[in-house]
């Protein structure tokens, strides 16, 4: 290590911090793939049934689904402000941050748990447990479990999400981000966003699409 | 890098596409509902991409790479998509 954070490898700083941004979107290409397949199945079976994904999507709860879509944004702010504090090097204000993206990380992760409850209780989830038995019930069936998999597969990166910024807090806390050294904090930002990106588009496909009821 | 004032100013305007397409949604707009809500997706989408990833301030190798995860996700779905929709089984011409 030269200089202490430059890896023998590298050239210089920049070269080093442009190959971990490369590093991090290529992971990030897999990851829309991965989403992007579910998506993808999901959009051939919504255009198959419209009408039974539409009465399903009544069932979401409009508002709390509204709600985690402004959380996550305003967390994804707060994560870019975290990242614009440790690139000036200004450590306590990249720290304020990241704990406000935590926060606002753990508010979406309830308010999603308190939806599966409710659906929980409503006889929802798919399987033994499906006690929905109005028109399309197959259908319905099929779009709850579109919902639980993505979502359920987003409410995991959120977790792991949430875990990786904690330990971006507790390295800017023992100052071991600097302004020199701050790649981590980006690498984390970027995952952080393009969860975020993952649920912008989770939000209209499950609670939007039925229109107004 | 990105400016202070251009993050908070993105994120203000993340919040008002997000009250945008939640309205939208509480109006019958017919078969133009989820058109205009995917189409606020896509931007809201776009700018977290631009200004908060930074791909705005990035090298042209960052923004290939990001274009290409898209693309190859495009060829997925556009492939797909013929398949099923040329299916007289699902749809009797």
Known sequence: ?213 | MISRRVVILNGIVLLILLAATAAFARVDLGVWNTPIAMAIAVAKAVLVILFFMEVKVSPKLIWLTAAMGFFWLAILALGVWTDVMTRVAIFPR
């Open chain 1, 1 to 213: 290590m030269r200089d202490g954070v430059v890896a023998h490898q590298f050239d210089d700083l920049e070269q080093q911090n442009e190959a971990d941004r490369l590093g991090m979107w290529v992971f990030l290409i897999t990851e829309v793939l991965f989403f992007g397949g579910m998506f993808t199945a999901y959009i051939e079976y919504r255009t198959i049934h419209p009408q039974a994904f539409s009465i399903a999507s009544h069932h979401l709860d409009y508002w709390m689904g509204t709600i985690n879509t402004a959380l996550l944004l305003v967390s994804s702010m707060t994560m870019a402000l975290a990242v614009h504090g440790a690139q000036r090097g200004k450590r306590w204000i990249s720290a304020l941050f990241l704990f406000c993206t935590i926060v606002l990380g753990l508010g979406f992760l309830g308010v999603k748990f308190w939806e599966y409850a409710k659906h929980i209780n409503e006889g929802l989830v798919p399987g033994r447990g499906f006690k929905y038995m109005g028109p399309y019930a197959r259908e319905v069936e099929l779009f709850m479990s579109f919902y639980f998999l993505m979502t359920g597969m987003h409410a995991l990166h959120m977790t792991i999400g949430v875990c990786v910024v904690t330990v971006m807090l507790l390295l800017t806390l023992a100052g071991k981000i600097t302004r020199v050294y701050h790649s981590p904090i980006v690498i984390a930002g970027l995952y952080w966003h393009f969860v975020d990106i993952v649920w912008i588009f989770l939000y209209p496909c499950f609670y939007l699409i039925g229109g107004p009821k």
